[in-house]
């Protein structure tokens, strides 16, 4: 069964750094691309970055809102993808999702994460 | 990139057929056929309904159909049932080589 499980989220002063992490299973992750993807409390989804697969050297893209302050990364050899958070403010609060990319569509999702960025 | 643009709330009776648009640029849904629609329950994680504009996933049910004219995409559900109420987003592909979503579309079944 493909499952995707993130953890890691919790309560955050602004200014501050979280690092979540997407445990996979039931696929090969080298051969996929992973995406992030938040929802801020009552708001809409709004894709946040990617990773892409070995295939492609696993290049990285992101959202502008941020660029330079998120990053994206995996670890092929157990089966993880992390998104590293720095320079957090309150509209970064947020449930993050962690889903795989399959022909330009994000088919499988994980439960999700929340990260509240508050003093 | 601006968000796509949804209508916030669409209703319909049970067994009637509701459509959501979902309107953006040449930059994204009018210049690739990478369109999908996910279905989001109170709670609970997005759904993939349909990708590439028209297809579905296996498993997904045929009263979800998705087509595309010009900048502007449309899912439409025939046949309502109590159970598509939810949110509905939209999501396309990117000249940036990235990814935009819709504003999202509340579905009542009345």
């Known amino acids: 069964e493909v499952q995707l499980v993130e953890s890691g989220g919790g309560l955050v002063q602004p200014g501050g750094s979280l690092r979540l992490s997407c445990a996979t299973s039931g696929f090969t992750l080298s051969d996929q691309y992973m995406d992030w993807v938040r929802q801020a409390p009552g708001k809409g989804l709004e894709w946040v970055g990617r990773?892409?697969?070995?295939?492609?050297?696993?290049?990285?893209k992101y959202a502008a809102s941020v660029k330079g302050r998120f990053t994206v990364s995996r670890d092929d050899s157990t089966n993880s993808v992390y998104l590293q958070m720095n320079s957090l403010t309150t509209e970064d609060t947020a449930v993050y999702y962690c889903?795989?990319?399959?022909?330009?569509?994000?088919?499988?999702w994980g439960q999700g994460t929340m990260v509240t960025v508050s003093s | 990139q601006s968000a796509l643009t949804q209508p916030a709330a669409v209703s319909g009776s049970p067994g009637q057929s509701i459509t959501i648009s979902c309107t953006g640029t040449s930059s994204d849904v009018g210049g690739y056929n990478f369109v999908t629609w996910y279905q989001q329950h109170p709670g609970k994680a997005p759904k993939l309904l349909i990708y590439e504009v028209s297809q579905r996933p296996s498993g997904v049910s045929n009263r979800f159909s998705g087509s595309k004219s010009g900048n502007t995409a449309s899912l439409t559900i025939s046949g309502l049932q109590a159970e598509d109420e939810a949110d509905y987003y939209c999501?396309?592909?990117?000249?940036?080589?990235?990814?935009?979503f819709g504003t999202g579309t509340k579905v009542t079944v009345l």
């Open positions: 999501n396309s592909y990117a000249s940036t080589d990235t990814y935009v």
């Open positions: 889903a795989r990319a399959r022909n330009y569509a994000f088919d499988v």
């Open positions: 990773t892409k697969n070995k295939a492609n050297s696993y290049t990285t």
